[in-house]
């Protein structure tokens, strides 16, 4: 794989290589065709080895909060916990909410993790038919204990778990079968360094099962129709076909690279991260533990402005996030994630430390 320096740093969409964009300039086929069929079914090994599954890992065109706001459609008929730590756990909230659902809510402040006491106790209370979880909040940089919060919903319920993995697949540890995951979803423009465009998903067939109980499912919504288009080979509508050829060739990268050296990797990011926070004596917006390998979100230096730490570093040529929501103001996220190497965060840092100086003096 080729690759030149990456300067572009964004929490998401991430860097695509060369290499992965130019699969996309392939002749367009129809989505029904042999050679389409062919493609798709050669993505699902690969794609259930970044899922750890063996089930079915389903692909839709469209972002990550289309198949957010299909699980609750296709899954819950009433009552839902949703855990709340951030902007995009509290989008799950917020969807289900406009879907007319009984949406309870376990919430922590921004910057830290859930607590899976707390959620064993909101089970213990009152029955759901579904959890769900933001495994990595992309917006304050925190990874939440999903292995132990997985554990924890299956000994106090039969509630499904519908994870949103969107910023941690293919960055961080996950594994669904291992853990019990019944619906995880990933957009693959983020650690999975693929154009956007696409959405894939695991489902698991106790949700197909619970699924199969959901009278109304809606159309472009139903994950069913999804399972079975999938298992004939293809999508339940026209697909985004040239991002398709991008996926399989990146995800050729990212089988070779191997999951648990790339997970390896990302954490290999975050301590680089970490040590050059610590040499600046900088302040992290997240709790010390829980800290993502693919996003960091820090705070302003006291007397500096985020947003123009973020403009004077696109002056130098490099992109980073800005705070997110609430914290927009206040902090600055780096995506250190997909094909980001340590020689990528030298030169960011360094141009990083030319801005702060400069605001110095």
């Known amino acids: 794989m080729t690759q030149s320096n990456i300067r572009f740093f964004l929490p998401g969409p991430t860097y ?6 130019e699969a996309m300039l392939v002749d367009v ?10 493609l798709y079914e050669s993505m699902t090994p690969r794609l259930q080895a970044v899922f750890r599954t063996c089930g079915d890992v389903l692909v839709a065109t469209g972002s990550a909060t289309l198949v957010m706001e299909s699980a609750i459609i296709s899954t819950v008929e009433s009552r839902v916990l949703n855990l709340v730590c951030g902007a995009f756990s509290e989008r799950w909230h917020q969807i289900c909410l406009a879907l007319g659902k009984q949406a309870d809510r376990v919430s922590v402040p921004w910057g830290r993790a859930i607590d899976p006491d707390l959620v064993r106790e909101a089970l213990s209370r009152q029955r759901y038919e579904a959890v769900t979880v933001v495994h990595n909040e992309t917006s304050t940089g925190v990874i939440n ?5 997985a554990r924890v919903v299956r000994e106090e319920s039969d509630a499904l778990l519908l994870v949103d993995t969107v910023s941690s697949m293919a960055g961080a540890p996950i594994e669904t079968d291992e853990w019990g ?15 956007p465009g696409l959405t894939v998903f695991s ?26 288009k999938h ?10 076909v040239s991002v398709f050829y991008a996926l399989d ?11 648990e050296a790339r997970w390896r990797r990302h954490e290999e990011l975050r301590e680089q991260t970490a040590r050059w926070v610590e040499m600046r004596a900088m302040n992290w917006a997240s709790e010390s533990g829980r800290r993502s390998p693919t996003i960091s ?45 340590t020689g990528d965060l030298d030169g960011l840092f360094a141009a990083l430390d030319e801005v702060l100086e400069a605001d110095e003096r």
Not at 145 to 149: F, G, I, K, R
Not at 203 to 228: C, K
Request: hydrophobic residues 40%; proline residues 6%; aromatic residues 8%.
């Open 145 to 149: 204990p999903l292995e132990t919060v």
């Open 231 to 240: 298992r004939s080979g293809g999508t339940i509508t026209t697909p985004a």
């Open 16 to 21: 695509v290589t060369p290499e992965v964009r």
């Open 29 to 38: 086929v129809g989505h029904r065709s042999p050679s389409f069929n062919l």
């Open 249 to 259: 060739r990146q995800l050729d990268n990212i089988v070779d690279e191997g999951m």
């Open 181 to 195: 995951l019944d619906v995880v979803l990933a957009s693959i423009q983020k650690a999975m360094a693929a154009p």
């Open 297 to 341: 979100c820090l705070q302003a230096p006291a007397g500096a402005s985020a947003p123009r730490i973020v403009e004077e570093l696109a002056g130098l040529g490099f992109t980073v996030g800005g705070g997110y929501g609430k914290w927009k103001p206040n902090t600055f996220r780096i995506g250190h994630m997909g094909e980001v190497r």
């Open 203 to 228: 489902l698991s067939e106790r949700a197909a099962e619970r699924a199969s109980r959901v009278e109304t499912r809606g159309f472009y919504t139903d994950f069913l129709r999804y399972r079975d």
